[in-house]
């Protein structure tokens, strides 16, 4: 069974500053893996998404992350946080075989807050 | 493009009632599933469809039916409502294959 672990359910960082949000999964396969955000009362938006190509993924608004095998992590960052950037943030999961991206596996989310 | 619309967006339910909460997509995606989002746990995947006429579940699917009868529409049905299943549910669709799966905005319930 896979399983995504978000270290830390809050973090908090001032304007101007480095964002890293620590994601750790387990999959007995290569998974794809994705980082989604949500604004207070919205939908999921996708910031970006690893699926075999490049290890590492940029993604909208100045989001990147890279894809470590070896120590099953997919990290979120971005070099200078913004206002606009304070949401919840998720990784998900999704099994490769047989297309199974209607089978996401998501962690418990981060809180980003940008502090002026 | 409306993509992922699912209504409605806020319902409050007194324990036993049934009802059901409506999801349509546009884009001719192949798979639609549900999740539930609560706070500290993620979302959590209740019911899926890969495609009309085909559903399975997912990790918590007491207490839920669904059925998908055309590619456009996949309805959630509480049978009988319990506090538990006070939470945000969401809707999403996806094509086959690496791609990813595009959310609506939510439904909002309180079961009281």
């Known amino acids: 069974a896979q399983s995504v672990t978000q270290l830390g359910s809050h973090v908090s960082v001032s304007e101007g500053a480095l964002v890293l949000l620590r994601c750790n999964y387990s999959?007995?396969?290569?998974?794809?893996l994705f980082w989604y955000v949500q604004y207070p009362n919205q939908g999921l938006q996708l910031l970006l998404k690893?699926?075999?190509?490049?290890?590492l993924v940029k993604g909208i608004n100045g989001f990147e992350a890279e894809f470590k095998k070896s120590e099953t992590s997919f990290h979120l960052t971005k070099p200078s946080a913004h206002m606009s950037d304070a949401a919840e943030y998720f990784c998900a999961v999704s099994d490769r075989r047989g297309g199974s991206n209607y089978k996401l596996t998501f962690g418990k989310g981060t809180l980003l807050t940008v502090n002026p | 493009n409306a993509g992922v619309t699912q209504t409605p967006k806020f319902q409050v339910l007194k324990t036993g009632q049934s009802m059901t909460l409506q999801c349509a997509q546009d884009?001719?995606?192949?798979?639609m599933s549900w999740y539930r989002q609560d706070p500290g746990m993620g979302l959590r995947l209740i019911h899926y469809?890969?495609?009309?006429?085909?559903?399975d579940q997912g990790e918590v699917p007491n207490g839920y039916n669904v059925s998908r009868s055309t590619t456009e529409d996949f309805p959630l049905r509480l049978l009988s409502a319990a506090p538990s299943q006070t939470s945000v549910y969401f809707c999403?669709?996806?094509?086959?294959?690496?791609?990813?799966?595009?959310f609506g905005q939510g439904t909002r319930l309180t079961v009281v």
């Open positions: 690893y699926t075999s190509a490049a290890t």
């Open positions: 999403a669709s996806s094509y086959w294959g690496e791609t990813e799966a595009f």
């Open positions: 999959s007995s396969v290569p998974p794809y």
């Open positions: 469809s890969v495609g009309a006429g085909i559903t």
């Open positions: 884009m001719n995606h192949e798979y």
